[in-house]
């Protein structure tokens, strides 16, 4: 099957995956800019009315570097939407991601079907996260038009199944747009998850530890000091499983080798228990080879070196 042609001749087959705060038009802007899909999450901007701001920024300074650059346009962005109940603001940012016909919408946290209708009206694509391949029918049968196939490793809210495993189990049936999401951090692990079968990588971690993220500079300097070690997974921060940085959970007091088990009924991603735990900072597996913080152009530059790097490699072999 065909990639959607928003999704076509990407200079590099990678998608930034949105992150909690850290995400922000600065950091989306220059990933877009640099060859790769930038996104963010719509809960990010806060008050709620900040959203139709930067979705107006991010539209208008795309479409000033495509017209200044016409042999060099910029990837397309992404707005991250969580469809669970618990985010009261889904309508009020849907009606935002229409009126700028955003081109490409990632749901998390459910599939709906109404959600993907109302993108596809404005004629955007959709990507649904999984974290398995139950998850991943589910989300085609409600018109996903693509799968974010999010294995262990991955930072943030992460599965638990090998990428082989979940990769080969999707490709048995499904063959629409498929990126990977776990570990990723270096161009020979991009070509990695294509060589299993995906279409795009899904990057986040690396993407901490940039200049325009918006991320504090001591969570920056831990991703570069620390290893996958150092990477703990709990359902203690949000009531879903996720990876996070050992020493940000010291730091808050907590012993990371003995954390609780939290109440998944009580997942709340508007607000409330995640503010208590904003110093929580989440991150990937992949992060040993993360060693300084550089300007978002520096570390696509890299992973598009490493790339080809690898390619030509498998080619000469």
């Given at each position: 099957?065909?990639?959607p042609?928003?999704l076509?001749d990407?200079?590099?087959?990678?998608?930034g995956?949105?992150?909690?705060i850290?995400?922000?038009p600065?950091?989306v802007i220059e990933?877009?800019?640099a060859?790769?899909v930038g996104?963010?999450?719509?809960?990010?901007?806060?008050?709620?009315?900040?959203?139709d701001?930067?979705?107006?920024?991010i539209?208008?300074?795309l479409n000033a570097?495509?017209?200044?650059?016409p042999?060099?346009p910029?990837a397309?962005f992404?707005?991250?939407?969580?469809?669970?109940?618990?985010?009261d603001?889904?309508?009020?940012?849907?009606?935002?991601?229409?009126?700028?016909k955003v081109?490409?919408?990632?749901?998390?946290l459910?599939a709906?079907?109404?959600?993907?209708?109302?993108?596809h009206?404005?004629?955007?694509?959709?990507?649904?996260d999984i974290?398995?391949?139950a998850?991943a029918?589910?989300?085609?049968?409600?018109?996903?038009?693509?799968?974010?196939?999010?294995?262990?490793?991955a930072?943030?809210?992460?599965?638990?199944?090998s990428p082989?495993a979940?990769?080969?189990?999707i490709?048995?049936w499904?063959?629409?747009p498929?990126a990977l999401?776990?570990?990723i951090?270096?161009?020979r692990?991009?070509?990695?998850?294509?060589a299993?079968?995906a279409?795009f990588?899904?990057?986040?971690?690396?993407f901490i530890?940039?200049?325009?993220?918006?991320?504090?500079?001591?969570?920056?300097?831990?991703?570069?000091d620390?290893?996958?070690d150092?990477?703990?997974?709990?359902n203690?921060?949000?009531?879903?499983?996720?990876?996070?940085?050992r020493g940000?959970?010291?730091n808050a007091?907590?012993?990371p080798?003995?954390?609780p088990?939290?109440?998944?009924?009580?997942?709340?991603f508007?607000?409330?228990?995640?503010k208590?735990w904003?110093?929580?900072w989440g991150?990937?597996?992949?992060?040993?080879t993360?060693r300084?913080?550089?300007p978002?152009?520096?570390?696509?530059?890299?992973l598009?070196?490493?790339y080809?790097?690898?390619?030509g490699?498998?080619?000469a072999?």
């Open positions: 099957m065909p990639l042609p928003i076509e990407l200079p590099l087959p990678i998608i995956s949105p992150m909690f850290i995400s922000t600065k950091l990933q877009c800019k060859g790769v996104s963010m999450p719509a809960l990010n901007a806060r008050p709620a009315e900040q959203l701001d930067w979705l107006a920024e539209t208008e300074t570097w495509n017209a200044r650059h042999e060099q910029a397309p992404a707005i991250n939407q969580i469809v669970h109940k618990s985010n603001r889904l309508e009020h940012d849907m009606a935002l991601c229409e009126k700028y081109p490409i919408v990632i749901t998390s459910g709906r079907t109404d959600v993907n209708d109302a993108v009206g404005w004629g955007g694509v959709v990507l649904h974290i398995n391949n998850f029918r589910k989300a085609v049968e409600k018109g996903a038009d693509g799968l974010i196939a999010v294995a262990a490793g930072g943030g809210h992460a599965g638990v199944k082989f979940l990769i080969q189990e490709r048995e499904f063959h629409g498929l999401s776990g570990s951090a270096s161009g692990a991009v070509l990695a998850a294509r299993m079968g279409d990588a899904y990057v986040g971690s690396a530890a940039t200049e325009e993220a918006r991320a504090a500079e001591a969570y920056k300097q831990m991703i570069c620390s290893t996958s150092d990477v703990i997974y709990t203690l921060f949000t009531g879903v499983h996720g990876n996070y940085l940000s959970i010291v007091g907590l012993d080798d003995r954390l088990e939290s109440d998944p009924s009580k997942m709340n508007g607000g409330g228990a995640t208590a904003k110093d929580i991150c990937g597996q992949g992060i040993g993360i300084e913080v550089v978002v152009r520096d570390l696509v530059a890299r598009r070196r490493e080809e790097e690898a390619r490699r498998l080619c072999g």
